[in-house]
């Protein structure tokens, strides 16, 4: 529980740096002319579009860390371990890799980037037009969509999590690391909507460092269940180990 | 380009870093500390909003949201995340993702269903039949599982699967947008609209509706709807669309402004001098929608290949799914044939040559470069001679002053009398004379009592002494010495090919005689030969077919390096050679000024006109290049060369593609999502590679005071230095 706990706190202090980014998305959705429920309607909306995008990419990303582990070591298919249990070779490489791409990541929000290795040109610049498309309908749909596709933008933050979600080979660990660190960013995307201004940068700029360091010691744990002898675990357990 | 470190992002408000990056959104620079805030200030404050857009993309984004929720209860229960305890709620889930499914594949399976009705009806089959009847087959099936209770569920498979060509569809448009944003100031000409000043009111008119002598406001930044006269204000203008040059010109009050370029910075009131349809913009308009209305033959061939696929693939989708249903149980049976169907979509294969097409032909239309078909650059780049015509193709088309002989006089005083003489002249000489005494700093003698002799020349008095100019024979029945020397010497300048005029005069009364012989001749442009041996060194044979007499035609063809010439030939004669050339050399291109070669730019497989200035409907050019646009030419033809090279990569890629996945298809070894990916993904890939003819370099002009030394009169034309051309050396590699 207190892992889901954890990325719940990253996803909160990350959306500090949400609100630079996606938070001048929830401005422009704006309020509903139908009143106060609608407006928040709206929001929960879109916010539920880009939970929902964070848990398919989550559930991919563990689906993807299970298949890899299976392949590279067939045989010692397991329950999620996460950082309780001891691993077996693929679960190192791969929490290793993971632990790696979030510590470069975090490194990141102190403003020692790496090379722009996002993806460029097209691709990109075809997202973008289609939510600006999206940005100036009314109805339902249209807050729902912009949130689903709000979702696969580019995001270091989401990255991290992303890796993160790997490196607990399974599918629903992954989904549900996904879910806590969206929920994390829902109170202030929603608050966001709400008062449709702009948090002064200099707290924006307190929250990002806030969230570089989750991600970091996110990511030294996940680098050092790939690299430590057998981890005893402490505490850290899936709430189903518990039931 | 990077910003100062010290700046702050234009959309978080952040400190940019030593990383960040500028971008240009809405025309102004804006610096960004990550991809992500760019793109989200893009989206922000980027303008335009097509409701069609936006409602395919809440489709998209609802079918997306629908169909992430399916795959990712799915993938649980394929990792057997209900296992053991919690199988009971098994059928609870089958039920949610039944719910989730039945909208999801209504709303992304709705735009395929209703293209492949409409086509239906008219006795065609399209690949959205294949995407259809593979989805509704995998739906259907699972439907039939859940409330039976039993079998394996595909809802994932509907769903991605329609979701994914969703996808793969949505990016395809957005490749061909963008591949036709360099087209769209040209087509802009039919929905532009003009403000019209009629009795001091303004107001906002259809360009086809103005009228010739109507008043037109243009304010800066606007674009000038139509051809006319400038009455009040002035600016700077740029003509880009028209020309292909895009450089700012200053105007005002009398001058002339072309419709289509752009009122750089100050009001303008013009003053119409035709109808809006009338001017060369609209042309212009109209003859690239017709190029891009037309299909090349590759393309006919594609779309032919294409309309047999689909009935092919269905049968094989049948006998796959009946060889495995007496191996495998039904359900895996029917996967494998769905696989089939999913994979064989043959989308990339419709997209190859469009995309290049549109591409290439935005790509020389920016540089003032007009196709007339999309055929014209796939037989542009297959051709393998190239034929000039040479007045005025590859020379400048008026004559020159090129040698003068004189008999005991300065060339300066020949030059002044002349000068003096010819000002009476209409004829094409007197100019090159007139030319030629400016050259020299010669200020012409006044001459009086001129008379001309219509075929022989002229005759005057200067300094109260007789004048005269014109052929030998003039010079004989006025009775005057020709000396021999100068006979022989004139001998010699017709034989190269030069027209001669002898000048004679009177001096202190003492009888006339011929003073010095002068030859005029149509000099090849100062970027001939650069772009003859450019076009040599892309393997091209470079002839010359002129009308001319046999001397002319052989010094320009030595001047520029042609291989080959012929001479005095007339249209008829012409389109003979064109012929011959033809059967020895395979596809023959012909360059002409587009007025009097018609025919001969008919005949060959692709005509091309320079600086053509007659009417573009009637032109029979399939591409027209600017006026002194000549050094264009070997960069059409790489460009040709890189458009029909990426369409048959595309089309390679395209055919191998879904022949290689057909293959694993057919022998159970491909999922349909993963199958349904890589069709999305070879799309992509098609349009990836098409995008990549917008980063091939542009022309290269060999520099101005380089072609000025070469076209000095009397100088002799000379090749610009190529060591000094590095985009024609580029050519040449």
Same mark, same amino acid.
């Given at each position: 529980m207190t892992y889901f706990a954890l990325l719940f706190i990253a996803g909160f202090a990350g959306s500090f740096h949400c609100i630079g980014m996606c938070g001048g998305f929830a401005c422009a959705l704006g309020p509903d002319g139908r009143g106060a429920g609608a407006t928040s309607l709206r929001h929960v909306l879109y916010n539920t579009g880009r939970l929902s995008t964070y848990c398919f990419l989550g559930g991919l990303a563990g689906a993807l860390g299970q298949l890899i582990c299976t392949a590279l070591a067939p045989g010692t298919q397991r329950a999620a371990p996460l950082l309780s249990a001891s691993l077996d070779v693929g679960q190192r490489a791969l929490a290793v890799i993971a632990g790696l791409l979030m510590i470069v990541m975090a490194l990141s929000f102190f403003g020692l980037r790496g090379r722009h290795w996002v993806m460029n040109g097209f691709g990109s610049s075809t997202l973008v037009v289609s939510l600006r498309r999206l940005l100036g309908r009314h109805g339902f749909a249209a807050p729902l969509a912009f949130g689903v596709l709000n979702g696969f933008l580019p995001c270091p933050l989401v990255y991290a999590m992303i890796a993160q979600a790997a490196s607990t080979f399974n599918v629903l660990s992954g989904c549900l690391a996904m879910a806590a660190f969206g929920l994390g960013t829902f109170p202030a995307m929603l608050v966001m909507g709400g008062i449709g201004r702009l948090l002064a940068p200099s707290w924006r700029q307190r929250g990002v460092r806030l969230a570089g360091s989750f991600i970091l010691v996110l990511g030294l744990v996940t680098l050092s269940r790939g690299i430590m002898p057998k981890m005893a675990g402490h505490g850290l357990h899936l709430p189903w180990h518990f039931a | 380009m990077t910003p100062p470190p010290n700046a702050l992002c234009r959309h978080c408000l952040l400190p940019v870093g030593r990383r960040g990056f500028m971008r240009t959104v809405n025309g102004e620079g804006c610096q960004f500390c990550c991809y992500g805030c760019c793109i989200a200030h893009q989206v922000k404050s980027g303008s335009g909003d097509a409701s069609e857009a936006a409602w395919f993309l809440v489709r998209l984004g609802v079918g997306s949201f629908l169909s992430m929720n399916i795959m990712l209860f799915s993938l649980l229960v394929y990792s057997g995340a209900f296992n053991g305890a919690d199988r009971r709620v098994l059928p609870t889930i089958h039920l949610l993702l039944w719910g989730l499914a039945t909208p999801a594949v209504l709303i992304l399976g709705q735009p395929f269903l209703s293209e492949t009705w409409s086509q239906a009806r008219r006795g065609r089959l399209t690949s959205s039949a294949l995407i259809v009847l593979g989805s509704l087959a995998a739906y259907g099936y699972s439907t039939l599982a859940v409330f039976q209770r039993g079998g394996h569920l595909y809802f994932d498979t509907a769903s991605m699967v329609l979701m994914l060509f969703t996808l793969g569809r949505y990016l395809e448009a957005a490749g061909r947008a963008r591949a036709s944003r360099d087209l769209a100031p040209l087509l802009a000409a039919e929905s532009e609209l003009a403000t019209v000043l009629e009795d001091d009111q303004e107001q906002r008119r259809p360009v086809r509706e103005v009228r010739a002598g109507m008043l037109i406001r243009v304010r800066p930044g606007e674009r000038i709807p139509i051809d006319g006269l400038i009455v009040e204000g002035s600016s700077h203008c740029d003509d880009s669309v028209i020309t292909g040059e895009s450089r700012p010109i200053a105007k005002a009050a009398g001058a002339t402004v072309l419709a289509g370029s752009i009122n750089l910075d100050g009001p303008l009131l013009i003053e119409s @001098?035709? @109808? *809006? *349809?009338? @001017?060369r913009w609209a042309q212009i308009c109209c003859s690239v929608r017709e190029a891009l209305r037309q299909s090349s033959r590759t393309q006919r061939i594609a779309d032919r290949l294409v309309g047999a696929f689909v009935p092919i693939v269905l049968a094989l989708a049948a006998v796959t799914f009946l060889y495995w249903i007496q191996r495998l149980p039904l359900d895996q049976a029917l996967l494998t044939a769905l696989s089939v169907m999913v994979v064989a979509c043959p989308c990339a294969v419709g997209l190859a040559a469009p995309m290049a097409h549109s591409l290439g032909i935005g790509q020389l239309a920016r540089h003032g470069c007009l196709v007339r078909n999309a055929g014209a650059l796939e037989a542009l780049a297959g051709a393998r001679l190239i034929a000039f015509d040479k007045t005025g193709t590859l020379t400048l088309g008026r004559p020159q002053l090129v040698d003068i002989a004189s008999d005991g006089v300065l060339e300066g005083e020949v030059v002044a009398r002349l000068a003096a003489l010819e000002r009476h002249s209409e004829h094409g000489l007197a100019r090159a004379i007139a030319l030629a005494a400016g050259a020299r700093g010669i200020d012409p003698i006044p001459a009086v009592d001129v008379q001309i002799l219509p075929g022989r020349g002229l005759r005057g008095v200067v300094h109260g002494e007789a004048i005269a100019a014109g052929s030998a024979a003039l010079m004989r029945e006025l009775g005057w010495v020709l000396p021999p020397a100068l006979l022989e010497r004139a001998g010699v300048m017709a034989a190269s090919g030069h027209s001669v005029v002898f000048v004679g005069w009177r001096e202190n009364a003492s009888a006339g005689r011929a003073r010095a012989a002068l030859s005029f001749d149509d000099t090849p442009l100062p970027e001939a030969r650069a772009t003859v041996d450019a076009l040599r060194g892309l393997g091209l044979q470079v002839v010359l077919l002129s009308g001319d007499h046999a001397g002319a035609a052989a010094r320009v063809a030595d001047t520029v390096g042609a291989d080959d010439w012929q001479a005095g030939l007339l249209p008829e004669a012409k389109r003979t050679a064109l012929d011959q050339y033809r059967a020895r050399h395979g596809a023959v291109a012909m360059v002409g000024d587009g007025l009097n070669d018609g025919p001969g730019l008919a005949w060959a497989d692709i005509g091309i006109a320079v600086g053509s200035a007659t009417d573009l409907a009637r032109e029979t050019a399939d591409l027209v290049l600017p006026v002194d646009g000549l050094w264009l030419l070997p960069w059409v033809v790489a460009q040709a060369r890189a458009v029909r090279s990426t369409i048959l990569a595309n089309l390679a890629w395209a055919f191998g593609y879904n022949l290689a996945a057909l293959t694993c298809a057919v022998l159970g070894l491909l999922q349909p999502i993963l199958a349904a990916a890589v069709m999305a993904g070879s799309s992509l890939l098609v349009v990836l590679n098409s995008l990549r003819l917008e980063r091939l370099p542009g022309p290269y002009h060999p520099s101005v005071p380089e072609l000025a030394a070469a076209a000095r009169p009397g100088s002799e034309p000379g090749p610009p230095a190529q060591g000094r051309s590095p985009a024609l050396a580029l050519l040449k590699a």
């Amino acid at each position: 529980m207190t892992y889901f706990a954890l990325l719940f706190i990253a996803g909160f202090a990350g959306s500090f740096h949400c609100i630079g980014m996606c938070g001048g998305f929830a401005c422009a959705l704006g309020p509903d002319g139908r009143g106060a429920g609608a407006t928040s309607l709206r929001h929960v909306l879109y916010n539920t579009g880009r939970l929902s995008t964070y848990c398919f990419l989550g559930g991919l990303a563990g689906a993807l860390g299970q298949l890899i582990c299976t392949a590279l070591a067939p045989g010692t298919q397991r329950a999620a371990p996460l950082l309780s249990a001891s691993l077996d070779v693929g679960q190192r490489a791969l929490a290793v890799i993971a632990g790696l791409l979030m510590i470069v990541m975090a490194l990141s929000f102190f403003g020692l980037r790496g090379r722009h290795w996002v993806m460029n040109g097209f691709g990109s610049s075809t997202l973008v037009v289609s939510l600006r498309r999206l940005l100036g309908r009314h109805g339902f749909a249209a807050p729902l969509a912009f949130g689903v596709l709000n979702g696969f933008l580019p995001c270091p933050l989401v990255y991290a999590m992303i890796a993160q979600a790997a490196s607990t080979f399974n599918v629903l660990s992954g989904c549900l690391a996904m879910a806590a660190f969206g929920l994390g960013t829902f109170p202030a995307m929603l608050v966001m909507g709400g008062i449709g201004r702009l948090l002064a940068p200099s707290w924006r700029q307190r929250g990002v460092r806030l969230a570089g360091s989750f991600i970091l010691v996110l990511g030294l744990v996940t680098l050092s269940r790939g690299i430590m002898p057998k981890m005893a675990g402490h505490g850290l357990h899936l709430p189903w180990h518990f039931a | 380009m990077t910003p100062p470190p010290n700046a702050l992002c234009r959309h978080c408000l952040l400190p940019v870093g030593r990383r960040g990056f500028m971008r240009t959104v809405n025309g102004e620079g804006c610096q960004f500390c990550c991809y992500g805030c760019c793109i989200a200030h893009q989206v922000k404050s980027g303008s335009g909003d097509a409701s069609e857009a936006a409602w395919f993309l809440v489709r998209l984004g609802v079918g997306s949201f629908l169909s992430m929720n399916i795959m990712l209860f799915s993938l649980l229960v394929y990792s057997g995340a209900f296992n053991g305890a919690d199988r009971r709620v098994l059928p609870t889930i089958h039920l949610l993702l039944w719910g989730l499914a039945t909208p999801a594949v209504l709303i992304l399976g709705q735009p395929f269903l209703s293209e492949t009705w409409s086509q239906a009806r008219r006795g065609r089959l399209t690949s959205s039949a294949l995407i259809v009847l593979g989805s509704l087959a995998a739906y259907g099936y699972s439907t039939l599982a859940v409330f039976q209770r039993g079998g394996h569920l595909y809802f994932d498979t509907a769903s991605m699967v329609l979701m994914l060509f969703t996808l793969g569809r949505y990016l395809e448009a957005a490749g061909r947008a963008r591949a036709s944003r360099d087209l769209a100031p040209l087509l802009a000409a039919e929905s532009e609209l003009a403000t019209v000043l009629e009795d001091d009111q303004e107001q906002r008119r259809p360009v086809r509706e103005v009228r010739a002598g109507m008043l037109i406001r243009v304010r800066p930044g606007e674009r000038i709807p139509i051809d006319g006269l400038i009455v009040e204000g002035s600016s700077h203008c740029d003509d880009s669309v028209i020309t292909g040059e895009s450089r700012p010109i200053a105007k005002a009050a009398g001058a002339t402004v072309l419709a289509g370029s752009i009122n750089l910075d100050g009001p303008l009131l013009i003053e119409s @001098s035709g @109808s *809006g *349809g009338e @001017s060369r913009w609209a042309q212009i308009c109209c003859s690239v929608r017709e190029a891009l209305r037309q299909s090349s033959r590759t393309q006919r061939i594609a779309d032919r290949l294409v309309g047999a696929f689909v009935p092919i693939v269905l049968a094989l989708a049948a006998v796959t799914f009946l060889y495995w249903i007496q191996r495998l149980p039904l359900d895996q049976a029917l996967l494998t044939a769905l696989s089939v169907m999913v994979v064989a979509c043959p989308c990339a294969v419709g997209l190859a040559a469009p995309m290049a097409h549109s591409l290439g032909i935005g790509q020389l239309a920016r540089h003032g470069c007009l196709v007339r078909n999309a055929g014209a650059l796939e037989a542009l780049a297959g051709a393998r001679l190239i034929a000039f015509d040479k007045t005025g193709t590859l020379t400048l088309g008026r004559p020159q002053l090129v040698d003068i002989a004189s008999d005991g006089v300065l060339e300066g005083e020949v030059v002044a009398r002349l000068a003096a003489l010819e000002r009476h002249s209409e004829h094409g000489l007197a100019r090159a004379i007139a030319l030629a005494a400016g050259a020299r700093g010669i200020d012409p003698i006044p001459a009086v009592d001129v008379q001309i002799l219509p075929g022989r020349g002229l005759r005057g008095v200067v300094h109260g002494e007789a004048i005269a100019a014109g052929s030998a024979a003039l010079m004989r029945e006025l009775g005057w010495v020709l000396p021999p020397a100068l006979l022989e010497r004139a001998g010699v300048m017709a034989a190269s090919g030069h027209s001669v005029v002898f000048v004679g005069w009177r001096e202190n009364a003492s009888a006339g005689r011929a003073r010095a012989a002068l030859s005029f001749d149509d000099t090849p442009l100062p970027e001939a030969r650069a772009t003859v041996d450019a076009l040599r060194g892309l393997g091209l044979q470079v002839v010359l077919l002129s009308g001319d007499h046999a001397g002319a035609a052989a010094r320009v063809a030595d001047t520029v390096g042609a291989d080959d010439w012929q001479a005095g030939l007339l249209p008829e004669a012409k389109r003979t050679a064109l012929d011959q050339y033809r059967a020895r050399h395979g596809a023959v291109a012909m360059v002409g000024d587009g007025l009097n070669d018609g025919p001969g730019l008919a005949w060959a497989d692709i005509g091309i006109a320079v600086g053509s200035a007659t009417d573009l409907a009637r032109e029979t050019a399939d591409l027209v290049l600017p006026v002194d646009g000549l050094w264009l030419l070997p960069w059409v033809v790489a460009q040709a060369r890189a458009v029909r090279s990426t369409i048959l990569a595309n089309l390679a890629w395209a055919f191998g593609y879904n022949l290689a996945a057909l293959t694993c298809a057919v022998l159970g070894l491909l999922q349909p999502i993963l199958a349904a990916a890589v069709m999305a993904g070879s799309s992509l890939l098609v349009v990836l590679n098409s995008l990549r003819l917008e980063r091939l370099p542009g022309p290269y002009h060999p520099s101005v005071p380089e072609l000025a030394a070469a076209a000095r009169p009397g100088s002799e034309p000379g090749p610009p230095a190529q060591g000094r051309s590095p985009a024609l050396a580029l050519l040449k590699a």
